[in-house]
T-cell receptor
Framework: GDSVTQMEGPVTLSEEAFLTINCTYTATGYPSLFWYVQYPGEGLQLLLKATKADDKGSNKGFEATYRKETTSFHLEKGSVQVSDSAVYFCALSARGTSYGKLTFGQGTILTVHP | NAGVTQTPKFQVLKTGQSMTLQCAQDMNHEYMSWYRQDPGMGLRLIHYSVGAGITDQGEVPNGYNVSRSTTEDFPLRLLSAAPSQTSVYFC???????????FGQGTRLTVV
């Protein structure tokens, strides 16, 4: 079935460091891909998305490119801030036999120190 | 705009009790889902719906029932609560397969 694998966390960085959170997926068909962010005590909110191969999603300085050949959607940011501390989830929305399912990875906790 | 509304926010149940977690959305979204969030496990899909009258199981459906009689509402029923169902539950809705999901604020459930 469809699945999403994220890099193990937690990730701890200093302010202004470069961030990469790896995400790979397994899916039938061509899924849509998403990154969601969850701040403490809140629900999830969309950070960015890409709906077809080679699309780049971007928002608030974060970027991710839909790579069909490597089935990946890695999240990057050039210079993180303390306010970026949160849990980040990679997700896919199936188009094949599991049409309509939205499947999440296990989440990566990011802590940014001043 | 209300968005996705979940009730209650907190609940304590005794083992064996049943209850219903409510979820309502006012965005006329076809797709709705229930997830549970446990430490180190991410969000695991319990049940989902692609429209009124249509539901399907996710990866952890045992012990839970759903129905979707209207577009707006997607309640989750715990049939006989067990301590293993202690978790934070999130409801989400979205307009289409390629669009973003909107999440409720969550229900923190403790089963003792």
């Amino acid at each position: 079935g469809d699945s999403v694998t994220q890099m193990e966390g937690p990730v701890t960085l200093s302010e202004e460091a470069f961030l990469t959170i790896n995400c790979t997926y397994t899916a039938t068909g061509y899924p849509s891909l998403f990154w969601y962010v969850q701040y403490p005590g809140e629900g999830l909110q969309l950070l960015l998305k890409a709906t077809k191969a080679d699309d780049k999603g971007s928002n608030k300085g974060f970027e991710a490119t839909y790579r069909k050949e490597t089935t990946s959607f890695h999240l990057e940011k050039g210079s993180v801030q303390v306010s970026d501390s949160a849990v980040y989830f990679c997700a896919l929305s199936a188009r094949g036999t599991s049409y309509g399912k939205l499947t999440f990875g296990q989440g990566t906790i990011l802590t940014v120190h001043p | 705009n209300a968005g996705v509304t979940q009730t209650p926010k907190f609940q304590v149940l005794k083992t064996g009790q049943s209850m219903t977690l409510q979820c309502a959305q006012d965005m006329n979204h076809e797709y709705m889902s229930w997830y549970r969030q446990d430490p180190g496990m991410g969000l695991r899909l319990i049940h989902y719906s692609v429209g009124a009258g249509i539901t399907d199981q996710g990866e952890v459906p045992n012990g839970y029932n759903v129905s979707r009689s209207t577009t707006e509402d997607f309640p989750l029923r715990l049939l006989s609560a067990a301590p293993s169902q202690t978790s934070v539950y999130f409801c989400a809705s979205r307009k289409a397969v390629s669009t973003e999901a909107f999440f409720g604020q969550g229900t923190r459930l403790t089963v003792v």
